[in-house]
């Protein structure tokens, strides 16, 4: 019996799967359920949101490729690091090196290390939260594990040049408003000379 009719409809179906679409939309249903779909549900409760895959970009600006572009929807990575830890040193070079894209946020200042404490992360550092997984300690094994778990390739995929990784502080400072206005004192206004007075007392 010829095989070549059931290599025809595997490569068909081969081709099938990988023109299907991309999920453009994630919806959350009312028990907190998160699905990605191209064809999202009108009914219910649920709400909607389109991911516009094609034109997803990162805090840079930058686009992302097609292979890092649902993982990076789905599962957004987080550095938390500080100066002079050469953990964080580790954990920051390894994600480069894979070509993740992540958001690097340093714990420098008091009003840093307070939003920290707030986020309930622990107080050590790096920290690397992979959508709400959080993975303290700098582990190559572990951290590989969970970004495989997430999607993420295994080699980089980002392009040459790529600049999506400048640190941020923790504690955003808001920008400084635009300098006060140091207005001079009012010179109170001359007083008319006074008016001799007529013999009945009466000024004009």
Same mark, same amino acid.
């Given at each position: 019996?010829?095989?070549?009719?059931?290599?025809?409809?595997?490569?068909?179906?081969?081709?099938? =799967?990988?023109?299907?679409?991309?999920?453009?939309?994630? =919806?959350?249903?009312?028990?907190?359920?998160?699905?990605?779909?191209?064809?999202?549900?009108?009914?219910?409760?649920?709400?909607?949101?389109?991911?516009?895959?094609?034109?997803? =970009?990162?805090?840079?600006?930058?686009?992302?490729?097609?292979?890092?572009?649902?993982?990076?929807?789905?599962?957004?990575?987080?550095?938390?690091?500080?100066?002079?830890?050469?953990?964080?040193?580790?954990?920051?070079?390894?994600?480069?090196?894979?070509? =993740?894209?992540?958001? #690097?946020?340093?714990?420098?200042?008091?009003?840093?290390?307070?939003?920290?404490?707030?986020?309930?992360?622990?107080? #050590?550092?790096?920290?690397?939260?992979?959508?709400?997984?959080?993975?303290?300690?700098?582990? #190559?094994?572990?951290?590989?594990?969970?970004?495989?778990?997430?999607?993420?390739?295994?080699?980089?995929?980002?392009?040459?040049?790529?600049?999506?990784? #400048?640190?941020?502080?923790?504690?955003?400072?808001?920008?400084?408003?635009?300098?006060?206005?140091?207005?001079?004192?009012?010179?109170?206004?001359?007083?008319?000379?006074?008016?001799?007075?007529?013999?009945?007392?009466?000024?004009?």
């Amino acid at each position: 019996m010829s095989r070549r009719p059931a290599a025809a409809l595997f490569a068909l179906s081969a081709l099938m =799967v990988s023109t299907a679409p991309q999920a453009q939309y994630k =919806v959350v249903e009312p028990d907190g359920r998160v699905t990605y779909t191209d064809r999202p549900s009108l009914a219910g409760a649920a709400r909607v949101a389109p991911l516009s895959l094609p034109t997803d =970009v990162v805090a840079s600006g930058e686009a992302l490729p097609a292979a890092l572009q649902q993982p990076a929807a789905r599962f957004p990575v987080t550095l938390y690091t500080m100066p002079t830890c050469a953990p964080c040193d580790n954990g920051r070079n390894y994600l480069r090196r894979r070509g =993740v894209p992540f958001a #690097e946020k340093t714990v420098t200042t008091l009003a840093d290390s307070k939003a920290f404490q707030s986020l309930n992360l622990g107080t #050590e550092v790096p920290v690397l939260r992979i959508g709400q997984q959080v993975l303290r300690n700098f582990s #190559e094994t572990t951290w590989a594990n969970d970004l495989d778990l997430a999607g993420y390739p295994a080699t980089s995929r980002l392009p040459n040049g790529y600049r999506g990784w #400048e640190p941020m502080p923790l504690a955003m400072v808001p920008p400084p408003g635009p300098p006060a206005v140091v207005r001079a004192p009012e010179t109170p206004a001359a007083l008319p000379p006074a008016l001799e007075a007529t013999p009945n007392g009466i000024r004009f």
